[in-house]
């Protein structure tokens, strides 16, 4: 057998040697053909297909691939088969597959798979096929064959139905997986085609092949643009609805179940629950929907030790997004897909499912917070913290400890914040470590911290001094003018929350606001922010939350130097007036002739979102007037006074509600007695007269007294 071995080593020398030696294309030809006489058939190991390679380069095959005149009495395709068998037997060598005389072969390759295809170009198919494989395993080659036109070609040859055109199918899953934005960008109705056809399939289906499906579907539902957009992805999404209801509706083995919950999850990631029908059939699905994966995650999660497969975690964190859905629908008032019975039920179940979650987050070891799957927890636990604040709390606070840890980890490890898609996450095709986990720990903080006992262990556990940190690395993120990692609209969401959260703990730990010094950096930071974000309209909930939170720091922290009439305090100030005396304006009162005060045109989309954030201002103003002399000049300057007197005198009192004049009172109030001028400017503009017709007691009682001391007639 060695020799056999050396003697057949010795051949394919001499043959390559005659192939090097030749003159011309014949000599070439002729010496190829020994070539794959004295090398059987899928024996080329890389070493030898390095020489061939080395023998020949890309010329011949080019050349071959180009010719139009076979050899006498041979198809007239035999040179250009010849050419792709050589190319296809370079692209097992991943080095060679990326080289650019591949590349720029791909067109030709996306041709041949286009032409007619008889018995006799099979195997020419099936060569393209091995080289656009070889091709998208490369690092450049999926961009390449994107933009080359590749995807479509994949599209057509997979809806004729000839040759290898599974093998398009399993290519077209590939560059899906790692260009799905592009693909869709790009080809969007070829690829929209192909669903229509396999979601078709899919409906009538009887067998297995309902389920292979299941794996293959979720790979063609995009992200973006919505499916929900033109009328073919609607019907797509009609017959995915309808061959689910009859899956999840018959009984199934945990096999078979598995795949349908993730292509469910992966249409609710896509459009939410709007492929959902209305209607009692469409709320019993969506019921059921939830149920199974509420009691997935029970069965996985509550059984003791680690889970077996990886494949097990998909399918678990698929449920774990229709429980997300779950508790949307719940909590959905307009146009519900859920009665209010099923609602109080699913409620129920999903509660029994977030303690399994919980069970399973007390259990993990310092060496899994690695594993995505953690991750996954923590943000679907996160989802039902920013909504169920009553059930499960004992055991929430128990865990919060370990989700402090479990965030400082990931924020400390990952910087700047980022957070894998969660078509990422039910997939598991990522393999970076998402780092966020905050973002989504938030909203429940927020909760927490407006109540005692949760409030105190977040700050045992130093909770504010993380959230601070996060906080300034959120505003250099919204501020920077490079791409930032996180949606734009993630990042403002979170240093809007993350305002709410300190604002609850402004309001019930004083203390720990002033002797913390993590609050002087974020003071620092809300100095400087304010006067940038208020000119942007689109920022102004953002702005009013970073006003409010300043205001009522100051009146907390107005000792520290950064307060003490610096240039950045006076901004700050000036700003935050700015924010509050903006807010109202006089209009037309359609009920009479007259005026009525009324919500500014630049507020109003934003007022449900900033209304009680102004009234809080305001109260906080009201508040830091004593403490900082220079104050009132500010609002001197700003011309606030004279504005909102105006703004008095010229309205309907009736327009003006009780709340608002309180706060106006407040404001008003503290500025006359702490300054001449601001009281002087109030009575110009007959002050006494509008504080007795708006019933601003306090008001007129301050002028009166105020008034009386002053040995100045004309003040200062």
């Given at each position: 057998?060695?020799?056999?071995?050396?003697?057949?080593?010795?051949?394919?020398?001499?043959?390559?040697?005659?192939?090097?030696?030749?003159?011309?294309?014949?000599?070439?030809?002729?010496?190829?053909?020994?070539?794959?006489?004295?090398?059987?058939?899928?024996?080329?190991?890389?070493?030898?297909?390095?020489?061939?390679?080395?023998?020949?380069?890309?010329?011949?095959?080019?050349?071959?691939?180009?010719?139009?005149?076979?050899?006498?009495?041979?198809?007239?395709?035999?040179?250009?088969?010849?050419?792709?068998?050589?190319?296809?037997?370079?692209?097992?060598?991943?080095?060679?597959?990326?080289?650019?005389?591949?590349?720029?072969?791909?067109?030709?390759?996306?041709?041949?798979?286009?032409?007619?295809?008889?018995?006799?170009?099979?195997?020419?198919?099936?060569?393209?096929?091995?080289?656009?494989?070889?091709?998208?395993?490369?690092?450049?080659?999926?961009?390449?064959?994107?933009?080359?036109?590749?995807?479509?070609?994949?599209?057509?040859?997979?809806?004729?139905?000839?040759?290898?055109?599974?093998?398009?199918?399993?290519?077209?899953?590939?560059?899906?997986?790692?260009?799905?934005?592009?693909?869709?960008?790009?080809?969007?109705?070829?690829?929209?085609?192909?669903?229509?056809?396999?979601?078709?399939?899919?409906?009538?289906?009887?067998?297995?092949?309902?389920?292979?499906?299941?794996?293959?579907?979720?790979?063609?539902?995009?992200?973006?643009?919505?499916?929900?957009?033109?009328?073919?992805?609607?019907?797509?999404?009609?017959?995915?609805?309808?061959?689910?209801?009859?899956?999840?509706?018959?009984?199934?083995?945990?096999?078979?179940?598995?795949?349908?919950?993730?292509?469910?999850?992966?249409?609710?990631?896509?459009?939410?629950?709007?492929?959902?029908?209305?209607?009692?059939?469409?709320?019993?699905?969506?019921?059921?929907?939830?149920?199974?994966?509420?009691?997935?995650?029970?069965?996985?999660?509550?059984?003791?030790?680690?889970?077996?497969?990886?494949?097990?975690?998909?399918?678990?964190?698929?449920?774990?997004?229709?429980?997300e859905m779950g508790i949307q629908e719940c909590l959905r008032e307009e146009n519900p897909l859920l009665e209010n019975v099923q609602k109080v039920q699913l409620m129920r179940i999903m509660e029994e499912a977030f303690?399994?979650?919980?069970?399973?987050?007390?259990?993990?070891?310092?060496?899994?917070?690695?594993?995505?799957?953690?991750?996954?927890?923590?943000?679907?636990?996160?989802a039902w913290m920013a909504e169920e604040t009553s059930s499960l709390k004992q055991e929430i606070c128990e865990l919060l400890p370990f989700l402090v840890d479990y965030a400082r980890k990931l924020f400390k490890e990952?910087?700047?914040?980022?957070?894998?898609?969660?078509?990422?996450?039910?997939?598991?095709?990522?393999?970076?470590?998402?780092?966020?986990?905050?973002?989504?720990?938030?909203?429940?903080?927020?909760?927490?911290?407006?109540?005692?006992?949760?409030?105190?262990?977040?700050?045992?556990?130093?909770?504010?001094?993380?959230?601070?940190?996060?906080?300034?690395?959120?505003?250099?993120?919204?501020?920077?003018?490079?791409?930032?990692?996180?949606?734009?609209?993630?990042?403002?969401?979170?240093?809007?929350?993350?305002?709410?959260?300190?604002?609850?703990?402004?309001?019930?730990?004083?203390?720990?606001?002033?002797?913390?010094?993590?609050?002087?950096?974020?003071?620092?930071?809300?100095?400087?922010?304010?006067?940038?974000?208020?000119?942007?309209?689109?920022?102004?909930?953002?702005?009013?939350?970073?006003?409010?939170?300043?205001?009522?720091?100051?009146?907390?922290?107005?000792g520290s130097a950064a307060l003490q009439g610096k240039k950045s305090a006076k901004e700050f100030f000036g700003a935050a007036i700015r924010f509050l005396s903006q807010a109202h304006t006089a209009q037309a009162d359609?009920?009479?002739?007259?005026?009525?005060?009324?919500?500014?045109?630049?507020?109003?989309?934003?007022?449900?979102?900033?209304?009680?954030?102004?009234?809080?201002?305001?109260?906080?103003?009201?508040?830091?007037?004593?403490?900082?002399?220079?104050?009132?000049?500010?609002?001197?300057?700003?011309?606030?006074?004279?504005?909102?007197?105006?703004?008095?005198?010229?309205?309907?009192?009736?327009?003006?509600?009780?709340?608002?004049?309180?706060?106006?009172?407040?404001?008003?109030?503290?500025?006359?007695?702490?300054?001449?001028?601001?009281?002087?400017?109030?009575?110009?503009?007959?002050?006494?007269?509008?504080?007795?017709?708006?019933?601003?007691?306090?008001?007129?009682?301050?002028?009166?007294?105020?008034?009386?001391?002053?040995?100045?007639?004309?003040?200062?």
């Amino acid at each position: 057998m060695a020799s056999d071995s050396g003697d057949g080593h010795a051949t394919l020398k001499r043959c390559l040697g005659v192939l090097r030696d030749a003159r011309n294309d014949s000599e070439q030809f002729a010496a190829l053909l020994l070539v794959t006489k004295a090398v059987k058939a899928g024996e080329v190991d890389t070493k030898t297909r390095r020489q061939i390679f080395d023998a020949i380069g890309f010329t011949f095959p080019t050349r071959l691939l180009t010719s139009r005149q076979p050899p006498a009495g041979c198809p007239p395709h035999t040179f250009r088969a010849f050419g792709l068998t050589l190319l296809a037997c370079f692209c097992t060598d991943p080095e060679l597959a990326g080289h650019s005389q591949i590349l720029n072969k791909i067109p030709t390759f996306n041709d041949i798979l286009l032409s007619p295809c008889d018995l006799d170009c099979t195997s020419m198919v099936d060569d393209v096929y091995q080289c656009l494989s070889a091709v998208l395993a490369t690092a450049r080659g999926p961009r390449e064959l994107v933009t080359k036109g590749t995807v479509s070609a994949l599209c057509q040859a997979y809806l004729n139905g000839g040759h290898g055109s599974d093998r398009a199918l399993t290519l077209l899953v590939g560059l899906l997986a790692v260009a799905e934005a592009k693909c869709w960008q790009r080809d969007a109705p070829q690829l929209l085609a192909v669903l229509s056809k396999l979601s078709g399939d899919f409906l009538k289906a009887e067998d297995m092949t309902k389920f292979e499906l299941c794996e293959v579907l979720p790979h063609f539902i995009p992200l973006s643009p919505p499916l929900t957009e033109n009328s073919q992805g609607s019907e797509c999404l009609c017959r995915l609805y309808k061959g689910l209801a009859d899956v999840l509706g018959s009984k199934l083995s945990q096999s078979q179940r598995d795949p349908a919950l993730k292509l469910a999850a992966s249409l609710v990631q896509a459009c939410g629950a709007e492929w959902i029908p209305a209607g009692s059939a469409g709320s019993k699905f969506l019921a059921l929907l939830v149920n199974l994966a509420c009691v997935e995650v029970r069965l996985t999660l509550e059984e003791p030790g680690p889970m077996e497969t990886e494949g097990k975690k998909e399918v678990v964190t698929a449920c774990y997004v229709l429980m997300e859905m779950g508790i949307q629908e719940c909590l959905r008032e307009e146009n519900p897909l859920l009665e209010n019975v099923q609602k109080v039920q699913l409620m129920r179940i999903m509660e029994e499912a977030f303690g399994a979650v919980i069970f399973y987050l007390r259990e993990v070891k310092q060496e899994e917070l690695q594993d995505p799957f953690i991750f996954a927890s923590v943000r679907v636990l996160g989802a039902w913290m920013a909504e169920e604040t009553s059930s499960l709390k004992q055991e929430i606070c128990e865990l919060l400890p370990f989700l402090v840890d479990y965030a400082r980890k990931l924020f400390k490890e990952g910087s700047p914040a980022v957070s894998l898609p969660q078509a990422e996450l039910v997939s598991a095709k990522g393999s970076a470590l998402p780092q966020d986990a905050l973002r989504f720990l938030l909203p429940g903080f927020c909760h927490l911290t407006a109540e005692d006992r949760p409030r105190d262990i977040l700050i045992s556990v130093g909770a504010p001094a993380l959230l601070c940190e996060y906080f300034l690395q959120q505003w250099e993120v919204l501020t920077s003018k490079s791409t930032a990692p996180a949606p734009l609209t993630s990042t403002e969401m979170s240093l809007q929350t993350l305002c709410g959260i300190f604002l609850n703990l402004v309001v019930t730990a004083p203390d720990l606001v002033r002797c913390d010094k993590t609050f002087s950096s974020l003071m620092d930071v809300l100095l400087n922010s304010l006067p940038l974000l208020l000119p942007q309209k689109h920022h102004l909930v953002l702005a009013a939350n970073v006003a409010t939170l300043g205001l009522m720091m100051a009146r907390i922290l107005a000792g520290s130097a950064a307060l003490q009439g610096k240039k950045s305090a006076k901004e700050f100030f000036g700003a935050a007036i700015r924010f509050l005396s903006q807010a109202h304006t006089a209009q037309a009162d359609p009920s009479s002739d007259g005026l009525a005060l009324a919500v500014s045109p630049t507020f109003v989309s934003a007022w449900d979102d900033i209304q009680e954030l102004w009234f809080l201002g305001m109260q906080a103003l009201a508040g830091c007037i004593p403490l900082f002399p220079w104050l009132p000049q500010a609002v001197l300057q700003a011309q606030w006074l004279q504005g909102l007197s105006q703004l008095l005198s010229c309205v309907a009192p009736s327009s003006v509600d009780f709340e608002l004049v309180t706060a106006f009172q407040a404001v008003l109030v503290e500025l006359a007695r702490a300054s001449e001028q601001c009281r002087d400017v109030i009575l110009s503009h007959h002050g006494t007269e509008w504080a007795s017709l708006y019933g601003m007691a306090a008001l007129e009682q301050c002028l009166a007294e105020q008034g009386g001391a002053s040995s100045t007639p004309g003040g200062k």
